[in-house]
């Protein structure tokens, strides 16, 4: 499971440090893409509660920087 996922996470990953290195910014689509690939794998592990805190905290600390 944990391979799969690292498998769907990682090509997001690499076009957002290439972009970044490039251009010095991340694009949105490759946060989504993480995000939605996290999302379905703690749904498919059945960590959707501590995912979504997990997802909220991240939420929260993004508004205060």
């Not at 290439?18 to 993480?34: E, G, K, Q, S």
Request: hydrophobic share 70%; proline share 5%.
């Amino acid at each position: 499971m944990a391979t799969l996922l690292a498998l769907a996470v990682a090509p997001p990953l690499l076009a957002a440090c290439l972009f970044d290195v490039r251009h010095r910014i991340i694009p949105d689509w490759t946060v989504v893409a993480v995000a939605v690939a996290g999302l379905a794998g703690a749904i498919l592990s059945q960590l959707v509660v501590g995912a979504l805190s997990a997802a909220f905290a991240c939420l929260l600390l993004g508004a205060l920087a």
